[in-house]
């Protein structure tokens, strides 16, 4: 596949479309019918119906050739193109072969063989791969919510020669709002900043072939599948996230330790309203014989400060256990 200098170009382009010449005798094969050039991302596939049958049983099989702008007819060498039974050639690639390159011009043409019966060629018009290609969306896009933007990863949806190169779009719109349009970017990575925090938005990205100078159409493209996600907080609301669990736990042990001060301060009318039994356990009949000792820092110096609310409150809150410990005795 080696092909013509581009300066030829547009004197060649012009001869290609020429059909070839029609030898019409009883003898002649019919010629394979709508050649279709399948070019999509990587994909360069040719295919066409099948030869009318006629009476003669034996098998019929198909030549495809190609040639460069200027160049002459050659046969597939990387691919098996040459007497095959399908009615298809995939010269995408397969073991050396990685098809035609984006930027020559190309054509192609097949014919049928039936043992020695041949048809006549069937030429099927010039195509240049980047021009006439159909790009898909970009591929493993990865959408990563963040606060009031999401960020989208991905890559491009195949690889292209320095001859060319993707631009990207992202189209990007709320549940109940008109679509938006962001882009051309040249990363494939991107920001969608600036957007509302907590909210849905679905997007769809796309990939534009741009070629540099020699490209002599603009390619298809189309978009990727429909995803939605949801932003997180911006800054403000953020903070707002944390402070609130924050302010509720404060509170929590503000409650907790007023309740405790309280257990404490009024014991004895605690200890008739739940009928305390006659003895207390050790520990804390020693801190009421000495009211003076302070009962919180005497349990601080063993325990941190965030463990002592539920010391605490489990001993005193034991008594009625104590009780009918008692009873059973
Ligand atoms: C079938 O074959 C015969 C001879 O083998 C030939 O004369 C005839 O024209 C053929 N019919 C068709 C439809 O091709
Ligand atoms: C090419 O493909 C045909 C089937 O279409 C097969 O019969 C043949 O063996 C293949 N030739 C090679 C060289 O792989
Ligand atoms: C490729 O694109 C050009 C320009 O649009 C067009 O003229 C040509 O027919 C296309 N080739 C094929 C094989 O479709
Ligand atoms: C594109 O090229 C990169 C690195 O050169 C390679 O890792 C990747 O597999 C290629 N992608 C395709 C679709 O060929
Ligand atoms: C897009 O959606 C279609 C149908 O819903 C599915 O067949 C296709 O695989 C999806 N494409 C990707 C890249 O996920």
Redesign the pocket.
């Known amino acids: 596949m080696r092909p013509p200098p581009l300066w030829l170009l547009p004197l060649l382009l012009g001869g290609l479309g020429a059909a070839a010449p029609r030898l019409d005798s009883?003898s002649q094969l019919a010629a394979p019918q709508h050649l279709k050039l399948h070019l999509y991302n990587n994909e360069q596939i040719l295919s066409w119906e099948p030869s009318p049958p006629?009476?003669?049983t034996r098998p019929v099989v198909y030549q495809v050739e190609f040639k460069y702008v200027g160049g002459s007819w050659h046969k597939f060498t990387e691919v098996n193109c040459t007497d095959i039974t399908v009615t298809r050639c995939d010269f995408t690639g397969g073991g050396r072969s990685k098809g035609f390159s984006g930027i020559y011009f190309v054509s192609l043409r097949v014919r049928a063989k039936q043992g020695e019966r041949t048809s006549n060629w069937v030429t099927l018009t010039w195509f240049q791969r980047y021009c006439n290609v159909t790009v898909g969306p970009p591929k493993n896009i990865l959408v990563i919510p963040g606060k009031g933007s999401l960020t989208t990863h991905f890559s491009p949806p195949f690889n292209v020669t320095k001859e060319a190169a993707f631009e990207y779009r992202v189209h990007y719109w709320e549940k109940t709002g008109a679509p938006q349009v962001r882009g051309p970017f040249k990363e494939s990575s991107i920001v969608l900043s600036n957007l509302k925090p907590f909210r849905v938005y679905c997007l769809q990205i796309e990939a534009q072939l741009i070629g540099r100078g020699k490209i002599m159409c603009q390619p298809g493209r189309s978009l990727s599948n429909v995803s939605c996600h949801e932003t997180a907080a911006d800054d403000t609301t953020g903070l707002q996230v944390i402070l609130i669990p924050v302010g509720t736990f404060s509170l929590l042990l503000v409650l907790t330790g007023a309740c405790f001060f309280l257990f404490l301060r009024y014991q004895g009318r605690v200890k008739y309203w739940f009928q305390a039994p006659p003895t207390i356990p050790g520990q804390i009949k020693e801190y009421l014989k000495d009211p003076d000792q302070p009962f919180l820092e005497a349990l601080d110096k063993d325990h941190s400060p965030k463990d002592d609310a539920w010391d605490s409150v489990s001993i005193v809150s034991s008594p009625e256990k104590e009780q009918d410990v008692l009873r059973t005795l």
């Open positions: 009883f006629s009476n003669d």
